[in-house]
């Protein structure tokens, strides 16, 4: 079975530790060791999950046992900085670089991102090239690829507008685990002066409209402090907080998909 390569942002670690311990075929769990795996090797732990890391220097110059050994099924993954969302063209440039150089080592490689704000919007056909020796998919509903991280936790494009269309009478962030953990990073709150860039963010949110945060439950145990986090932030912006059903079908479907492509071509 085949080598296949998850390559994330970090927003969506959760999601694909969620996928890997719902596994049960799977062989090893290879972590690319590029200083964003942190977070998510600790969780892998706590789930109980065995992985070994890869330096991305290092990468298995050995991949086609693992690409065309029948008895195993491997799943690499690559987490993306974070800070690089602020960036779209570098996002994209980093992005596209680091598949042109994984896709030496995949029989195939999903990446858990959506649109972001369009960057990824011809990603699956910039790399058709690849077809037959490493085919790269990204995360879609029945229609279409996802908007971003948000839209994919809440099950779709559809469901993502209805979301967004209900609270359409106030501005209101969308909040999953992950982002309450990781809004300060997002919103460049500046470690050595908060106050400043939070004097900044209240200005944006008055003029912008934003009055609320909604918690988005996801079912998955990983990240701790959600309700703690969001409340913070709340408090920090004087806004109401509400809670909305999020799920993990997106990423259990794309990730059959794939699996099931790349398994069919072996």
């Known amino acids: 079975m085949p080598l296949l390569t998850?390559?994330?942002?970090?927003?969506?670690?959760?999601e694909v530790v969620h996928i890997l311990e719902n596994d049960s075929s799977l062989d090893e769990i290879l972590?690319?060791?590029?200083?964003?795996?942190?977070d998510f090797t600790s969780k892998l732990q706590r789930a109980g999950l065995k992985f070994?890391?890869?330096?991305?220097?290092?990468?298995?110059?050995?991949?086609?046992?693992?690409?065309?050994?029948?008895?195993?099924?491997?799943?690499m993954v690559f987490m993306v900085e974070l800070a690089l969302h602020e960036f779209?063209?570098?996002?994209?440039?980093?992005?596209y670089k680091i598949l042109e150089g994984l896709s030496n080592?995949?029989?195939?490689?999903?990446?858990?991102?959506?649109?972001?704000?369009?960057?990824?919007?011809?990603?699956?056909?910039?790399?058709?090239?690849?077809?037959?020796?490493?085919?790269?998919?990204?995360?879609?509903?029945?229609?279409?690829?996802?908007d971003d991280c948000v839209?994919?936790?809440?099950?779709?494009c559809k469901e993502y507008l209805s979301t967004?269309?209900?609270?359409?009478?106030?501005?209101?962030?969308?909040?999953?685990?992950?982002f309450a953990h990781a809004w300060r990073e997002i919103m460049r709150v500046d470690p050595a002066k908060p106050e400043k860039t939070i004097k900044m963010l209240r200005k944006v949110n008055e003029i912008t409209g934003y009055k609320r945060v909604a918690k988005i439950k996801t079912g998955l145990p990983y990240t701790d402090n959600f309700d703690e986090k969001v409340d913070?932030?709340?408090?920090?912006f004087d806004f109401e907080v509400l809670e909305i059903e999020g799920c993990q079908n997106i990423f259990e479907n794309c990730y059959t998909a794939m699996k099931k492509e790349i398994v069919g071509c072996q």
């Not at 779209?88 to 992005?95: D, H, Q, S, Y």
């Open 88 to 95: 779209p063209k570098i996002l994209k440039n980093e992005v």
């Open 151 to 156: 839209g994919a936790t809440l099950g779709g």
């Open 232 to 236: 913070e932030f709340a408090e920090i």
């Open 31 to 38: 972590v690319v060791a590029n200083g964003q795996e942190d």
């Open 105 to 146: 080592y995949s029989s195939g490689i999903l990446l858990f991102y959506g649109l972001c704000g369009n960057v990824f919007d011809k990603i699956e056909t910039d790399f058709e090239h690849l077809e037959a020796s490493c085919p790269v998919r990204i995360l879609r509903d029945d229609t279409r690829t996802v």
């Open 6 to 14: 998850i390559l994330s942002c970090k927003i969506l670690q959760d």
């Open 164 to 178: 967004l269309k209900k609270f359409s009478d106030k501005g209101t962030f969308l909040f999953t685990p992950m």
């Open 52 to 75: 070994r890391l890869l330096s991305p220097d290092k990468l298995p110059v050995d991949s086609e046992p693992y690409k065309n050994d029948p008895r195993r099924y491997t799943v």
